[in-house]
């Protein structure tokens, strides 16, 4: 079966400690996306790549960081100048946009990251 | 800059009633608009997308419309189950690129 495979499903971070997110998909998708949702409000995007080696800030990219290595894996990097980490990260992958396809984003079951 | 509203954020109902949930967009210049649920502790399930030159789109009990000059876009499920109980998220894409700009959601309970 086709999918997004978010690992782990919960992380705890200690202060000053960088921690990466790891989101791999077998649907053959040129764009990913990193979406960062606090209790009771929707998703905030973080960052996105809408194909290998290249990658863009979204709206809260500051404390944050990506690569897109390969098609299959776009992992996140929360780094020690994110002074509010704790959340539920979900990653999200699409078709690529410029191709002209109206096609709607498929989501991994997300990382809960807590501060010890 | 886009703003996505969801109201209410919560909706209890009994077993069998319709639901209908709202969303409202501020920036008419969108290409479609997906609803998502999403279930505690997961992920989103695409629920139904709309295009931006679509009135409606359906999918068994669920049907969802859209007018774009009003910024609106409304979810009906038909004949509530409690396992419809869940949260409701609509998100927009916007004209430039494939990003999604989500509106807070809608926690919805089904009382059997």
């Known amino acids: 079966d086709g999918g997004i495979t978010q690992s782990p499903k919960y992380l705890f971070r200690k202060e000053g400690q960088n921690v990466t997110l790891s989101c791999e998909q077998n649907?053959?998708?040129?764009?990913m996306y990193w979406y960062r949702q606090d209790p009771g409000q929707g998703l905030r995007l973080i960052y996105y790549s809408q194909i290998v080696n290249d990658f863009q800030k979204g709206d809260i990219a500051e404390g944050y960081s990506v690569s897109r290595e390969k098609k299959e894996s776009f992992p996140l990097t929360v780094t020690s100048a994110q002074k509010n980490p704790t959340a539920f990260y979900l990653c999200?992958?699409?078709?690529?946009?410029?191709?002209?396809?109206?096609?709607?984003?498929?989501f991994g079951d997300g990382t809960r990251l807590s501060i010890l | 800059k886009q703003e996505v509203t969801q109201i209410p954020a919560a909706l209890s109902v009994p077993e069998g009633e319709n639901l209908v949930l709202n969303c409202s967009f501020t920036?008419?210049?969108?290409?479609?608009l997906q609803w998502f649920r999403q279930d505690p502790g997961k992920g989103l399930t695409s629920l139904l997308l709309?295009?931006?030159?679509?009135r409606e789109q359906t999918s068994g009990r669920l049907n969802a419309s859209l007018d774009k000059s009003s910024g609106r876009s409304t979810l009906y499920i038909a004949a509530s189950q409690p396992g419809d109980s869940a949260t409701y998220l609509c998100?927009?894409?916007?004209?430039?690129?494939?990003?999604?700009?989500f509106g807070g959601g809608t926690r919805v309970l089904v009382k059997p």
């Open positions: 998100a927009v894409h916007q004209a430039a690129g494939n990003k999604l700009t």
């Open positions: 649907l053959n998708h040129d764009a």
């Open positions: 920036d008419s210049a969108i290409y479609n």
């Open positions: 999200a992958s699409s078709p690529r946009w410029d191709r002209g396809d109206n096609q709607p984003q498929h």
């Open positions: 709309i295009q931006s030159s679509q």
